[in-house]
């Protein structure tokens, strides 16, 4: 069981934390927009990773600092610094610079691409100074923020795993903050591959001997071999089929097709050996005449984490509900993987509502955020009390 002497005061002090948040009103939001107008694709996050470290600066924290990774790093001395507590929330967005960044704001939501994944989660990153300022919260572990980079896609979490395998700080614990979803609870990574599988034909074809569809039939081929992988309902295993890329005109049959995929699954070896299944059917493909296929593998996950039944995961469930926030327990495929990787205990939360996720119209609620950012400081509380020390 969890000690009543490290949450009671916790669980009490939450209701008035959320109200007093809402006199930070116009930093967060601030924040939040500056975070969403800020270009900041996988790769090429270093404006938004300077804007992070003014803000840190502007904070008076210690420490301030990029790494070889691009991460953006900063302190918060503890008062006793006996523990150190990692909060991290990755900078990349799915967008391109190219791509009108404007974030508008009304009293009830805010609405732009990426402001939920994750310049909103970035937001709350840069404003948690402010935040336990204003709540007038010391805790006794040295906290760490961390920003970070190339998480997304291709990146394959490689700000992170570069920053925890060359940090010389003993980490305790992790929080990875997204912006949404409120009551999001993720405590252990899945399995998982993602890749591409591309298919190119012969340069010029005859339209009357293949139909006029070139690699599209090629590809189908692929994709009816890769449906006809059973995959078991428990535990919870599943092949997703992201998107299709393939030709450019309605009279052109194309030459080449990309199908981009992912794989995952809660079992030890199952994304293995569904890997391993799909190599095969590209080979068989590969091996076809005037066929070329290619497996690229971009981004893996291992499965592990702590349990359900862990103090934190315990804890973290006992605030949402003080805060009347409904827990939504899963498995996840973001940072935790790499926490997993070196034993640290971590839980993913969100910060609010939202809509329309990798959208133009990708928006969150603001009434939320409050609750959001109170829960947050309540994990760390927690965290700093000891609760992972049971």
Same mark, same amino acid.
């Given at each position: 069981?969890?000690?009543?002497?490290?949450?009671?005061? %916790?669980?009490?002090? /939450?209701?008035?934390?959320?109200?007093?948040?809402? +006199?930070?009103?116009?930093?967060? /939001?601030?924040?939040?927009?500056?975070?969403?107008?800020?270009?900041?694709?996988?790769?090429?996050?270093?404006?938004?990773?300077?804007? *992070?470290?003014? =803000?840190?600066?502007?904070?008076?924290?210690?420490?301030? &600092?990029?790494?070889?990774?691009?991460? $953006?790093?900063?302190?918060?001395?503890?008062?006793?610094?006996?523990?150190?507590?990692?909060?991290?929330?990755?900078?990349?967005?799915?967008?391109?610079?190219?791509?009108?960044?404007?974030?508008?704001?009304?009293?009830?939501?805010?609405?732009?691409?990426?402001?939920?994944?994750?310049?909103?989660?970035?937001?709350?990153?840069?404003? *948690?100074?402010?935040?336990?300022?204003?709540?007038?919260?010391?805790?006794?572990?040295?906290?760490?923020?961390?920003?970070?980079?190339?998480?997304?896609?291709?990146?394959?979490?490689?700000? /992170?795993?570069?920053?925890?395998?060359?940090?010389?700080?003993?980490?305790?614990? $992790?929080?990875?903050?997204?912006?949404?979803?409120?009551?999001?609870?993720?405590?252990?990574?899945?399995?998982?591959?993602?890749?591409?599988?591309?298919?190119?034909?012969?340069?010029?074809?005859?339209?009357?001997? &293949?139909?006029?569809?070139?690699?599209?039939?090629?590809?189908?081929?692929?994709?009816?071999?890769?449906?006809?992988?059973?995959?078991?309902?428990? #535990?919870?295993?599943?092949?997703?089929?992201?998107?299709?890329?393939?030709?450019? $005109?309605?009279?052109?049959?194309?030459? !080449?097709?990309?199908?981009?995929?992912?794989?995952? &699954?809660?079992?030890?070896?199952?994304?293995?050996? %569904?890997?391993?299944?799909?190599?095969?059917?590209?080979?068989?493909?590969?091996?076809?005449? =005037?066929? !070329?296929?290619?497996?690229?593998?971009?981004?893996?996950?291992?499965?592990?984490?702590?349990?359900?039944?862990? #103090?934190?995961?315990?804890?973290?469930?006992?605030?949402?509900?003080?805060?009347?926030?409904?827990?939504?327990?899963?498995?996840?495929?973001?940072?935790?993987? $790499?926490?997993?990787?070196?034993?640290? #205990? +971590?839980?993913? *939360?969100?910060?609010?509502?939202?809509?329309?996720?990798?959208?133009?119209?990708?928006?969150?609620?603001?009434?939320?955020?409050?609750?959001?950012?109170?829960?947050?400081?309540?994990?760390?509380?927690? %965290?700093?009390? +000891? %609760?992972?020390?049971?």
């Amino acid at each position: 069981m969890l000690s009543n002497d490290v949450l009671e005061p %916790i669980i009490k002090d /939450l209701p008035a934390h959320r109200e007093a948040l809402t +006199g930070l009103r116009e930093i967060l /939001l601030a924040n939040a927009v500056m975070c969403g107008e800020i270009p900041s694709p996988t790769f090429g996050e270093e404006a938004l990773v300077r804007f *992070l470290c003014d =803000r840190f600066t502007e904070s008076g924290l210690q420490n301030i &600092s990029t790494d070889e990774a691009g991460n $953006a790093i900063a302190l918060i001395p503890g008062g006793e610094g006996k523990r150190t507590v990692l909060v991290s929330a990755h900078v990349d967005k799915i967008w391109d610079k190219s791509i009108d960044h404007t974030v508008s704001v009304t009293p009830a939501r805010l609405v732009g691409p990426g402001i939920a994944d994750n310049s909103l989660g970035a937001a709350a990153l840069a404003s *948690l100074p402010a935040v336990l300022d204003r709540l007038g919260i010391r805790l006794k572990s040295n906290l760490v923020l961390l920003g970070t980079t190339r998480s997304m896609g291709k990146g394959d979490l490689a700000g /992170l795993r570069f920053f925890i395998e060359n940090t010389k700080i003993p980490l305790h614990a $992790a929080v990875c903050v997204e912006g949404i979803e409120i009551g999001r609870l993720s405590y252990a990574s899945l399995g998982m591959i993602r890749g591409d599988i591309s298919v190119r034909t012969e340069e010029e074809r005859d339209w009357q001997r &293949s139909n006029g569809s070139g690699a599209i039939v090629a590809l189908n081929r692929v994709i009816d071999d890769i449906l006809g992988i059973e995959t078991p309902g428990r #535990p919870r295993t599943a092949i997703i089929l992201g998107s299709i890329l393939a030709g450019n $005109a309605y009279n052109v049959a194309p030459t !080449k097709a990309t199908l981009r995929f992912e794989v995952r &699954s809660e079992q030890p070896g199952m994304v293995a050996r %569904i890997h391993d299944r799909i190599a095969e059917i590209v080979e068989r493909v590969n091996a076809e005449d =005037r066929v !070329k296929a290619r497996l690229d593998i971009i981004a893996r996950r291992r499965p592990g984490g702590i349990d359900f039944s862990h #103090p934190m995961v315990k804890a973290t469930r006992e605030i949402m509900g003080a805060l009347g926030i409904q827990p939504k327990v899963a498995p996840s495929t973001n940072e935790l993987s $790499a926490l997993v990787d070196k034993g640290i #205990p +971590g839980v993913t *939360l969100g910060i609010t509502r939202g809509e329309e996720k990798h959208s133009i119209e990708e928006s969150v609620e603001v009434a939320p955020i409050f609750s959001g950012i109170a829960q947050l400081v309540g994990v760390l509380r927690a %965290i700093d009390g +000891g %609760i992972c020390d049971e």
